[in-house]
């Protein structure tokens, strides 16, 4: 008992903080997954997380025991530059703040322009030592001056990579940098150090370029950062101030000039400007903003003044959402990537037991000589190195992920990527998916001499009065109208509703109210017929003597419905199909229009999600696309849940799979292209990697190999593997 209240007490005096670090110079993800086992083994820190595509890392840890400062220190032990970008108690959302004299206030130097950085220097100054080498060797210099010079070389360009490789091994583990720093060593052991030179140069050259593709790739997130201003101009208490962004709080009201970004998530109280949203939503026109509407973070103002009431925090807003959101996206592994992953584990083992064994027995056990094969070790060691392996899907997943967020999609991960391009079968909900989700009057026809001004000015008169969806389809169909006044309104439930204007009694309702009222409706019949094979719902006007006419309501079909079926089908998807909660007539009017394969009416969720999986069943993977939080049961069923117009909707934007941030269902198609693309290029990337390093393991035991050509080999088909990636970051 005792034991267990000391335990309970040392829990107590626990300050778990979570700490998240920016990294410069994290080129290879096997390098990432060194470095995170590296800093966990050390005291006071809890648990580690490398993402390695957004090069960041998270730290939960002790704050009694070890101070950021310190991780900062650590992580430059490894050879990484790490930038403290928030740390936050654990269950706190405040940020933390560093009391002068705290190793917390350590403050890393400013990051430097690339060609700028140490290891730039340190790679062009053994690259040019190794010049002047040869150079002063094909003049007949004595010999001592160029091996110098190589040696010279050697250091200069490999002290980083032994850096790294060395502190990887106080950790236990084995990564590329040790391999090359045994391939530097091992050559000068050997007296051949003009290859140890050239060795040291090739691989630091090689991650120097392989730094700055991979740094370009995760430019598509930092250019979401940029997007936000620092400041906004604020109204507070009658004055006019410019303040940080992290200063503003909700409530205050900020003040948007024309062409200017706006800082803040709010609602527009004061103004009319039209807002160009292609960074939240990616559509292609700026969309008219006024009094009452929401407008977000990064959005650009047209051409008025608008003055928006903050609703959410900077660290809340929708642009920060995304952010966090594609950042832990771009964190989580594909299947191929978890196949590479497992096959790393196994191969590079392999293949350092191979180097060993080719080093030593043909040495001991048949008396050949000991350099010739030790150097095909130190060269098959070279060749085992999996970068361009390990790094051929996460550049892949990182340019699609990052492509698709400036389109206004949000793709929630790697898997999810893949799973797209390999889909068959969709699903759509109906109401707010396909269609518009609110209705609206379709169509007016008139009888005995009204006008169809006239019957709509009558209907909304009566209809202002009711709260019904339909009656406000109505009076917003007539919003512009001058309307009568009425008396007397009277709610008929399950038939209309009634009023009295200008001293008579007029009713608006279904077929049922008119037959009470003794209408033969024989002559509407063919029209009221029609009308209702095609979904909409018919509301007939007129007195107890005369039927002015009728009026037919329906929820209208999206714009881009048509257009995204269409551009489904063009992309190979084999069934496209409508799941619904309204009535087998509605759903099959809406399914006739859209030409889809099948439609599923009158269900309720638990029928969605049914349904659903039946269609898993005959069609493998199949995408269920809904319009947020209703359709979530259905949504979470579907291998891939896809959700509509969440822009600003957090628990949309929580839980869907596939986030669509405006309302255009074309975007799917795009989404399908992306990912066979991406699946092709990553395809490429392994068999790329796997047939190179299959043709330098051979070639090395045929002595067709060297060490600076097997170096040359390995960074080129990394470099290469990286620069494919980065194809999925243009347009399609």
């Known amino acids: 008992m005792a034991g267990a209240a000391e335990t309970a007490v040392a829990a107590d005096r626990t300050q778990r903080v979570s700490s998240t670090f920016d990294l410069d110079g994290l080129d290879c993800g096997d390098c990432a997954a060194k470095l995170e086992k590296g800093i966990s083994g050390i005291k006071g820190v809890i648990d580690v997380k490398v993402n390695f595509t957004a090069a960041k890392m998270k730290v939960i840890y002790d704050g009694s025991l070890i101070q950021p400062g310190e991780l900062v220190k650590a992580i430059g032990g490894f050879g990484y530059q790490a930038t403290l970008v928030k740390a936050t108690q654990a269950g706190e959302q405040a940020a933390y703040k560093a009391e002068p004299g705290d190793k917390a206030a350590y403050t890393p130097p400013a990051k430097a322009t690339w060609w700028k950085t140490p290891r730039t220097l340190a790679t062009a100054g053994s690259g040019v030592l190794i010049a002047v080498a040869m150079i002063l060797q094909w003049t007949g210099m004595q010999e001592q001056v160029p091996t110098s010079l190589f040696a010279l070389a050697a250091i200069t360009g490999g002290y ?265 079968a969709i699903a759509f909900d109906k109401t707010g998916t396909l269609t518009i989700g609110h209705p609206a009057v379709t169509d007016i026809v008139t009888a005995n001499g009204m006008s169809e001004t006239d019957l709509l000015t009558l209907a909304a008169a009566i209809e202002r009065w009711s709260e019904h969806p339909l009656a406000l389809a109505i009076v917003n169909k007539a ?58 719902t018919v509301m007939l006007l007129g007195t107890k003597d005369t039927v002015y006419g009728m009026i037919a309501i329906a929820d209208t079909l999206r714009d881009t419905s048509k257009g995204a079926v269409q551009s489904l089908r063009e992309a190979g998807m084999q069934h496209i199909a409508m799941l619904t909660g309204d009535n087998k007539r509605v759903a099959g009017a809406i399914a006739e229009k859209l030409d889809l394969d099948a439609f599923y009416s009158e269900l309720l969720p638990a029928d969605k999600v049914s349904t659903v999986k039946s269609i898993a069943r005959k069609y493998g993977n199949v995408v269920m696309v809904g319009d947020g939080v209703n359709d979530a049961p259905a949504l979470a069923a579907a291998n891939v849940g896809v959700a509509m117009g969440v822009a600003g909707s957090d628990t949309a934007l929580e839980t869907a799979d596939i986030a669509l941030m405006a309302d255009d269902l074309g975007k799917l198609s795009y989404v399908i292209k992306l990912s066979r693309k991406t699946v092709a290029i990553i395809k490429q990337n392994i068999s790329f990697s796997i047939l190179i390093k299959g043709v330098f393991v051979a070639a090395t035991f045929l002595g067709m190999v060297n060490l600076w050509l097997a170096v040359l080999a390995d960074t080129g088909a990394a470099i290469l593997v990286t620069l494919n990636g980065m194809r999925l970051m243009r347009r399609l």
């Open 160 to 424: 980083n990579v032994a850096k790294i490789g060395l502190y990887g091994l106080r950790s236990r583990t084995l990564d590329m940098n040790f391999l090359m720093t045994v391939a530097i060593a091992g050559a000068a052991v050997i007296g051949e150090w003009s290859e140890a030179a050239v060795v040291a140069f090739l691989f630091s050259f090689g991650n120097m370029l392989q730094a700055y593709t991979m740094d370009k790739t995760r430019q598509s997130i930092r250019a979401l950062m940029e997007l936000a201003p620092p400041t906004a101009l604020v109204r507070r208490d009658g004055q006019e101030q410019t303040l940080p962004v992290e200063n503003i709080v909700i409530g205050d009201t900020i003040i948007v000039k024309p062409g200017e970004r706006i800082a803040m998530d709010g609602i527009v109280r004061r103004g009319a400007s039209a807002v160009n949203q292609a960074t939240i939503t990616g559509e292609s026109f700026p969309v008219d903003k006024q009094a009452g509407d929401s407008v977000y973070s990064g959005t650009v103002n047209g051409h008025g003044v608008l003055e928006i009431e903050v609703t959410k925090i900077a660290a809340d807003s929708t642009l920060a959402k995304i952010m966090h959101l594609v950042e832990e996206a771009q964190a989580q592994k594909a299947p191929s990537q978890q196949f590479v992953d497992v096959f790393a584990k196994y191969y590079t083992p392999a293949v350092l037991l191979a180097a060993a064994g080719i080093m030593v027995l043909p040495w001991l056990a048949f008396a050949q000589p000991f350099a010739p094969w030790f150097y095909k070790g130190l060269v098959l060691l070279v060749i085992s190195c999996p970068c361009a392996l390990v790094i051929s899907t996460p550049v892949s997943i990182v340019a699609a992920i990052g492509n698709a967020s400036r389109r206004g999609v949000l793709i929630k991960g790697g898997a999810y990527l893949e799973q797209m391009g390999g889909t068959q």
């Open 479 to 536: 919003k512009n109208l001058n309307l009568k006044q009425v008396t007397n309104f009277k709610a008929l439930i399950g038939r209309g509703v009634q009023a009295d204007i200008e001293e008579q009694t007029v009713y608006i309702g279904n077929r049922r109210l008119f037959a009470e009222l003794g209408h033969s409706l024989t002559r509407f019949e063919p029209k009221l017929a029609e009308l209702e094979s095609q979904g909409k």
